[in-house]
């Protein structure tokens, strides 16, 4: 299952709108939502957009807008939404498909005097203009984590946990202590939990570059902890953790994290550790609020 794309809200916005009655805009997205997808997984229906905001309203409310823009449905006052004549025809219809939007000549015509550019750009993406900066965004920090992880995996091992350290610290935790590199018993640090050090937390940093952290690695690390009275450890890995490591962590009585090479680098990019900020990009949108309360 899947949340629908914006141009397949179309007939249903126009549904809700069939009885000719005058609504907000965020009571439209609101029961267009509620009408036709409330059967949708909640996994789905929490996804957000890039911005924050509910991807389902976000995408209902831009099939909204295009749908002004064929004149299906107008707004006789600020941020309220009612269907035109047109509207109803096409709701009587029973179908309104992208193609179809892109061939209107109502839309064609309000796209080209607001100088929005080709509409068959519409069409060729099959997303809205928001799912289209999404997906854009995600294919660049996709790229970004995989190169990040190449570049993990090439540090020096004691950089590793440095780097694990700094990360630790902008995720707020308190100090790190790197343990001696003889005898440490399969520990690589010991941070404190809180800034104060009231609590101490035991870390295991592995930097590997291909196989799996395994079942004796967990049972070594866990063995460190318990032996020291210590009951909270972190196991971080530029690699994965076996199904064996896993059920070990999840048995012991040591409250084992677990942070492995997918998890590392996204928490390294939300943090800002090992990236930086290349390009601001501003989006703005009508501020409905602003002009209710005029």
Excluded at 14 to 27: C, K, M, P, Q, R
């Amino acid at each position: 299952m899947e949340l629908p794309k914006y141009h397949e809200t179309f007939i249903p916005i126009l549904t809700v709108l069939s009885d000719g009655s005058i609504i907000h805009y965020n009571e439209l997205r609101k029961r267009v939502k509620d009408q036709f997808y409330s059967d949708l997984p909640m996994e789905l229906l929490n996804l957000k957009t890039k911005a924050g905001d509910p991807l389902i309203l976000n995408r209902i409310g831009w099939a909204k807008a295009f749908l002004k823009q064929a004149e299906m449905i107008h707004h006789p006052e600020r941020a309220l939404v009612q269907i035109t004549d047109k509207g109803r025809k096409i709701l009587k219809q029973g179908h309104f498909t992208l193609k179809e939007l892109v061939s209107d000549p109502d839309f064609l015509a309000n796209r080209k005097a607001s100088a929005e550019g080709k509409s068959e750009a519409v069409i060729e993406e099959n997303a809205s203009p928001q799912d289209r900066i999404d997906s854009g965004f995600r294919d660049i920090e996709g790229q970004l984590k995989s190169d990040l992880l190449e570049k993990l995996k090439s540090t020096d091992p004691y950089d590793f946990e440095v780097i694990v350290n700094r990360l630790l610290y902008a995720m707020g935790y308190g100090e790190f202590k790197v343990t001696a590199k003889s005898g440490d018993g399969g520990v690589d640090g010991i941070i404190d939990q809180d800034k104060l050090g009231l609590e101490k937390i035991y870390m295991q940093a592995k930097r590997y570059t291909k196989g799996d952290v395994g079942g004796r690695d967990m049972t070594h690390f866990i063995g460190a902890v318990s032996r020291d009275g210590i009951n909270k450890g972190i196991f971080v890995t530029t690699s994965s953790f076996s199904e064996s490591a896993k059920d070990i962590a999840d048995r012991s009585q040591v409250k084992v994290k677990l942070i492995d090479g997918d998890r590392l680098v996204s928490l390294m990019v939300e943090y800002n550790i090992g990236v930086q900020i290349k390009t601001h990009y501003e989006i703005k949108q009508l501020d409905e609020d602003f002009f209710e309360d005029e």
